[in-house]
């Protein structure tokens, strides 16, 4: 066994392994208790390739089957910053005789094998050569073959595999080099086109200083397409169109903190707005096959700048970002558009009032619910409410008095209305079951989850299981707007709150919220009292006046992110205004039943 030192100039990265078919994947640390391979997330990634180290491997063996055949020969190359840091070669002792097709093919006899160490004391030894960490890359020539053979034994050895991060040199290849310059992507092949130094013979070292040379030349290649990065590398070898991928330089100067972006289009129009936790990260991303949507890609090809807003706070980030979109109304953002004109279900203002769905609650409404994402949801919620109260469904305004030719609809003949219209019921009757519509609409969701579930009983006992299912669709619509009003409401109407929360650097994120509106947050260093920051917090935070819409000052959708935070078991409540509701749920609210599932 020899260790070695040579000088070679090589431009090293981190990439791939191949999957079937040659598309390439990250085999990384495997996820816990299942040994398959974890696919590493950008904001993982990023080492400058001056500091990633490359263990170029080759073996030779005495067969293609990992677990039927042996390792003869493993030769290594170890570089990193354009330096060899040294070589490992050595034979090793198969066990067994080699097959006559190998020995013509590689040279390897069992005579040259004799007092070769067996593959129990070369594995450790390579191991330990290699050093695999977080920022080494093992590289091979068609890598499936030689990372299979060494897995296998580490398997029989009882040796823990580091599961490094490996680049196959034939995937990377396949995507650089066109059948013109080269008929086939073998390794004598690639080496002949780049003008290896050393010329592959089915020797294992031999093999490996040619497929660092190789590695050289593919670099070079793929260099003006934007690869200057990790996560540019990581995805070199998919299909993404050059044009595309030339513009990662659009993301060169961004800022690596959190915040808002726009993509650009070529009259200066915003074409699409998302947020960060690391702004040139996730730009850049969108420039690599990791983003797979069309619409998306469309929207690439028409962007021509990147424009950042770097935040304090992940939160921030995530509020600014609602409101630019529901702002400028980007063309290629689904979500978040139009906060302002999502439905409500309410009770209309007369005698005999009924249940109607609306654009807009006025603040200080008890018998509305929502907002609802669609309409067609509002409708299944109030179905629901319809199934379990005997409220009028009919559409004309009913006067206090009956007319005398008032006819009954066929509801109140099945008992599911009072009529109303006809005199059978009063206004003080009315007002009865009114009563317990708004208690369902608000804080008592019992009598509704009751009446559904004992109708989706019934409907399964007849066998009418597509009648049930819609009922189950109803109740979870239902639920899930009550859910979200019933948790959003006293944000709404506080007028005043302060939270504090640990960051893992051990300081304070801190956060203003008003009338259910993200009215400001700062950051306070570990070791430092945060009380200060709070007082010059609500001292010049934003001035949020009373809300005139139920939903409070903000989307519900902001709301629902300062929620989400605030119920974070970290957060601490440091001021609540005093004329504020309980953050808390009613007694019989809807977070008492469990949502039915979506079929």
């Known amino acids: 066994m020899s260790v070695a030192r040579r000088s070679v100039v090589v431009v090293t990265a981190n990439l791939l392994a191949p999957a079937p078919g040659g598309r390439l994947e990250l085999d990384g640390p495997a996820r816990a208790g299942t040994g398959a391979p974890l696919q590493i997330g950008f904001d993982e990634l990023g080492v400058p390739l001056s500091e990633v180290t490359f263990v170029v491997v080759d073996l030779e063996t005495t067969g293609g089957s990992p677990t039927q055949c042996e390792i003869t020969e493993v030769g290594a190359v170890k570089v990193r910053g354009g330096e060899v840091l040294g070589e490992f070669q050595t034979l090793v002792d198969p066990g067994s005789p080699v097959p006559p097709m190998i020995t013509v093919l590689t040279g390897i006899t069992d005579a040259m094998l004799v007092g070769a160490p067996r593959i129990g004391e070369v594995l450790p030894s390579f191991l330990e050569f290699a050093g695999f960490g977080p920022t080494t890359v093992l590289v091979a020539h068609n890598a499936r073959f030689d990372v299979g053979f060494l897995r296998a034994a580490a398997n029989r050895l009882d040796l823990t595999w580091p599961s490094p991060t490996i680049l196959d040199t034939v995937a990377l290849a396949r995507s650089v080099v066109t059948k013109d310059e080269a008929p086939n992507h073998k390794l004598g092949t690639l080496a002949a086109l780049f003008g290896a130094t050393t010329s592959p013979d089915h020797r294992a070292l031999h093999d490996a200083r040619a497929t660092v040379d190789v590695l050289h030349g593919l670099l070079g290649r793929i260099a003006p397409l934007g690869a200057t990065h990790l996560e540019d590398l990581a995805t070199i070898a998919d299909p993404v169109p050059h044009r595309r991928r030339r513009k990662s330089t659009l993301a060169d100067d961004l800022p690596t903190s959190p915040g808002v972006y726009q993509f650009i289009g070529p009259g200066k129009e915003v074409l699409y707005v998302g947020k960060a936790v690391n702004l040139r990260r996730r730009v850049r991303s969108y420039f690599t096959a990791a983003e797979k949507r069309k619409r998306i890609g469309e929207m690439l090809d028409l962007t021509q700048e990147v424009r950042t807003i770097p935040c304090a706070t992940d939160l921030e980030a995530s509020v600014r970002e609602l409101r630019l979109i529901a702002e400028l109304d980007p063309p290629y953002n689904r979500r978040s558009r139009r906060p302002d004109r999502r439905p409500w279900i309410r009770l209309t203002d007369e005698p005999f009032p009924r249940l109607s769905i609306v654009r807009s609650v006025p603040a200080g409404t008890g018998d509305a619910l929502g907002p609802f994402h669609s309409r067609a949801a509002a409708q299944s919620a109030l179905e629901a409410l319809q199934e379990a109260f005997a409220l009028r469904r009919c559409t004309q305004r009913l006067p206090a008095v009956a007319r005398a030719d008032a006819r009954a609809c066929a509801l109140a003949e099945m008992g599911r209305c009072g009529a109303p219209c006809t005199g059978a019921q009063s206004v003080e009757a009315y007002a009865g079951?009114?009563?317990?519509?708004?208690?369902?609409?608000?804080?008592?969701?019992?009598?509704?989850?009751?009446?559904?579930?004992?109708?989706?009983?019934?409907?399964?006992?007849?066998?009418?299981?597509?009648?049930?299912?819609?009922?189950?669709?109803?109740?979870?619509?239902?639920?899930?707007?009550?859910?979200?009003?019933?948790?959003?409401?006293?944000?709404?109407?506080?007028?005043?709150?302060?939270?504090?929360?640990?960051?893992?650097?051990?300081?304070?994120?801190?956060?203003?919220?008003?009338?259910?509106?993200?009215?400001?947050?700062?950051?306070?260093?570990?070791?430092?009292?945060?009380?200060?920051?709070?007082?010059?917090?609500?001292?010049?935070?934003?001035?949020?006046?009373?809300?005139?819409?139920?939903?409070?000052?903000?989307?519900?959708?902001?709301?629902?992110?300062?929620?989400d935070w605030i119920d974070d078991p970290a957060t601490r409540l440091v001021q609540l205004a005093e004329d504020s509701e309980p953050l808390a749920h009613p007694v019989d609210g809807a977070a008492k039943y469990p949502v039915p599932p979506t079929s």
């Open 433 to 563: 079951v009114v009563g317990d519509v708004r208690s369902g609409l608000t804080t008592a969701v019992g009598p509704v989850v009751g009446a559904l579930r004992s109708r989706i009983g019934t409907l399964a006992a007849q066998q009418r299981y597509e009648e049930a299912a819609l009922e189950r669709d109803r109740l979870r619509a239902f639920l899930v707007a009550a859910r979200r009003a019933q948790r959003l409401r006293p944000l709404w109407r506080c007028p005043e709150l302060v939270a504090a929360r640990r960051e893992p650097s051990g300081g304070w994120e801190i956060v203003l919220v008003r009338y259910g509106r993200l009215a400001g947050t700062s950051t306070v260093p570990r070791g430092v009292n945060p009380m200060p920051a709070i007082d010059a917090l609500v001292a010049t935070g934003e001035e949020v006046p009373a809300p005139t819409s139920a939903m409070g000052a903000a989307s519900s959708e902001e709301t629902e992110l300062l929620a």
